[in-house]
């Protein structure tokens, strides 16, 4: 079944930056082409919000707290999203997934960003 792996995250101070990659496995090229996929942050509250997003075609959207500051990529070849993360502060702080956004897969284990002093 289609696997989904998170890393990258790390403990960073405020203004730092990090980048995750996702790498999605055993799932056609053509499928991941098609798929829209989000990176989704679960914060202390427990519940999973959408950061970023790649479309296909070349399009992206993401949430207002992340405009300015963060960019979503992928590589269809290597089936790979990447979300590059830059000045951060503390409300970034979560667990960082990603997945398909409708007909998802199951859930990877995510990759834990702390932004703390």
């Known amino acids: 079944q289609v696997q989904l792996v998170e890393s990258g995250g790390g403990l960073v101070q405020p203004g730092g930056s990090l980048r995750l990659s996702c790498v999605v496995s055993?799932?056609?090229?053509?499928?991941?082409?098609?798929?829209?996929m989000t990176w989704y942050r679960q914060g202390p509250g427990g519940q999973r919000e959408m950061v970023a997003q790649?479309?296909?075609?070349?399009?992206?959207n993401y949430a207002h707290s992340a405009l300015g500051r963060f960019t979503v990529s992928r590589d269809n070849a290597k089936r790979t999203v990447d979300l590059e993360m830059r000045n951060l502060n503390p409300d970034d702080t979560g667990v960082y997934y990603c997945?398909?956004?409708?007909?998802?897969?199951?859930w990877g284990q995510g990759t834990q960003v702390t932004v703390s002093a």
């Open positions: 997945n398909r956004h409708v007909a998802q897969w199951p």
């Open positions: 790649s479309i296909p075609n070349d399009r992206t």
């Open positions: 055993d799932v056609s090229r053509n499928v991941f082409t098609l798929s829209t």
